[in-house]
């Protein structure tokens, strides 16, 4: 079964500083990986996510994040935060089903993002 | 406008009753999933359908049924036999089940029970 490792539970970053959150898994073949971000008390929006291709992938609000398939890692950068960035944000890897078709996600505890003035 | 629908935002109930939790999604998908979230643990799956009238268990599904009649329809019902039921639930859906798209979410259910 996979599972998801986010090393850090709480990160704080001044408002302008770069950003990188680290997120590690374990799975047997070549995951799809996820990145979610969550306000408090809302439902989960998608940054990016990778299934296969470039390792360097491209997401919204300025994130990007890089699949290390040697270092087991997904880890997701910024290069400048905002205020609005403070939020929960949750790695997550998806695996294909025995019998094909895609079954549920499975997420990492989160890392709570701390904006500074 | 296309989305999910999680109703209502804020449920409260008597600890031994069971409670239904709403999911409704006009965005034509065919996979739909329940989550459960608590502080500091992540979202854990209780339940997924990837067609009408067909679902299965995910890591947590002692103490929570579904019913998938319709496609744009996933309510997932909180029994009594749940021990710990107060969390937050998520429900998301999902375009396609032969390749692996991303998952959309609604914006929960926050169940208190007393």
């Known amino acids: 079964a996979q599972s998801v490792t986010q090393p850090d539970i709480h990160i704080t970053v001044s408002e302008g500083a770069s950003l990188e959150l680290r997120c590690n898994y374990s799975y047997g073949a070549t995951p799809y990986l996820f990145w979610y971000v969550q306000s408090p008390g809302q439902g989960l929006q998608l940054l990016l996510k990778?299934?296969?291709?470039?390792?360097l992938v491209q997401g919204i609000k300025g994130f990007e994040a890089e699949f290390k398939r040697s270092q087991s890692s997904f880890n997701l950068r910024k290069p400048s935060v905002h205020w609005s960035d403070a939020a929960e944000y949750f790695c997550?890897?998806?695996?294909?089903?025995?019998?094909?078709?895609?079954?549920?996600?499975?997420f990492g505890k989160g890392t709570h993002l701390i904006i500074q003035p | 406008d296309g989305g999910i629908t999680q109703s209502p935002k804020y449920l409260f109930r008597k600890e031994g009753q069971n409670v239904t939790l709403s999911c409704e999604q006009n965005l034509n998908h065919d996979a739909m999933y329940w989550y459960r979230q608590d502080p500091g643990q992540g979202l854990r799956l209780i339940y997924y359908s990837q067609i009408v009238n067909d679902f299965q268990k995910g890591d947590i599904a002692e103490g929570y049924s579904v019913s998938r009649e319709k496609k744009e329809s996933f309510p997932l019902t909180v029994t009594s036999a749940q021990k710990n039921p107060t969390a937050f639930y998520l429900c998301a859906s999902s375009p396609n089940t032969q390749d692996y798209n991303e998952q959309f979410f609604g914006p929960g259910t926050r169940l208190t029970v007393l």
């Open positions: 990778y299934f296969s291709g470039d390792t």
């Open positions: 997550a890897v998806g695996a294909r089903g025995a019998g094909g078709g895609a079954d549920g996600l499975t």
